[in-house]
């Protein structure tokens, strides 16, 4: 396999339609050759089979979902040209693949996107379950993404607002005992950048590494006046409070952890609105993707598969 690092063209990303996707459903060539121009598919391929790095010719083939396959040169193994890339081992075709990506990027932020049944009878696809895996697949990188690139939000001059929330309960304890989850939560308003993870509680010994975590030092940091966060201000961050008892923003300081909230409300919205597909067990991952559609909020699509061709499936 080649070890080229891809720069996906930005503009490119930018200007793709969803109606563009027509193309490569109508010329199987032009789906295969648009990614392989931005590293989402091989463009030469090394024989698996063989020990001395033969390499393999591309040929037609009818029975493969693209019509082409790979083929050594010395002992005829057949390999599919979509082998470690990230459309590998799937029996759907490149322009329902892409398009379900697509659609994924554009919506996940949103809370309410287009229903399955919609997806299914656009993309051609016979089955939910289909729809609800690549989803899943979807935020696999996100999660991917924050691994590998927790980078922290602040820093001297700049004000985070950090607050705590409550993602799963019983509505007025009516209904099934519901396990708690308590997702700590900060934003920096000059950015839009913010970071949310499940923790396990409130206390000091559990958030206050988290915070460090993602905020950079030197930050300002505004909360309320829980008792965890009374220690910030001796490690390295300005630490302002507000009392909720009291005043929405402090009317002397101007503290205020509103946008934080409001960054809860908009998470909230759309975990509301999957209803049954989100499953509490797995809530990081959908915070992940809350957090991504965040971060690139004015190119979802071209963010997403920088992040597939150049760093989780080199071809």
């Known amino acids: 396999m080649a070890q080229a690092q891809h720069q996906p063209d930005f503009q490119v990303f930018k200007n793709f ?9 109508n010329d199987k060539q032009a789906g295969i050759d648009w990614c392989r121009q931005y590293g989402l598919l091989a463009t030469m391929m090394i024989c698996p089979n063989c020990y001395n790095n033969n390499p393999c010719r591309e040929q037609n083939y009818a029975r493969s979902t693209d019509g ?8 005829n193994k057949t390999v599919s ?25 554009h919506n996940c932020g949103r809370a309410r996107g287009p229903s399955v049944e919609k997806l299914m009878r656009e993309l051609e696809i016979g089955g939910q379950h289909t729809i609800v895996d690549w989803n899943q697949y979807c935020r696999d990188v996100c999660v991917e993404y924050f691994t590998r690139h927790a980078d922290q939000i602040g820093g001297p001059g700049a004000i985070v607002e950090i607050d705590e929330s409550l993602f799963a309960r019983r509505k007025n304890n009516v209904g099934h005992q519901v396990p708690e989850k308590w997702i700590l939560g900060g934003y920096e308003p000059a950015t839009k950048k913010g970071f949310l993870v499940q923790v396990n509680d409130r206390s000091a010994a559990t958030m206050l590494p988290i915070i460090q975590q993602w ?9 309320d006046m829980w008792a965890a966060y009374n220690s910030l201000g001796n ?16 009317p002397q300081t101007h503290v205020t952890t509103n946008r934080v909230e409001a960054m809860w409300s908009r998470a909230k919205a759309k975990f509301k609105s999957m209803h049954g597909p989100t499953n509490r067990d797995t809530i990081g991952d959908y915070l992940a993707e809350f957090m991504l559609t965040q971060r690139f909020v004015d190119a979802p699509f071209y963010n997403f598969f920088h992040q597939v061709a150049t760093e989780l499936y080199i071809v």
């Open 235 to 250: 490690m390295g961050y300005n630490h302002g409070t507000v009392n909720h008892t009291l005043y929405f923003t402090d």
């Open 68 to 75: 082409k396959i790979w083929r050594c040169n010395q002992c």
């Open 81 to 105: 040209i979509r082998k470690n890339s990230f459309f590998d081992k799937s029996r759907l075709h490149l322009w329902q693949l892409i398009g379900l990506v697509y659609e994924w990027c």
């Open 215 to 223: 905020v950079a030092p030197g930050s300002t940091i505004w909360t």
């Open 17 to 25: 339609k969803f109606t563009d996707i027509a193309l490569f459903k």
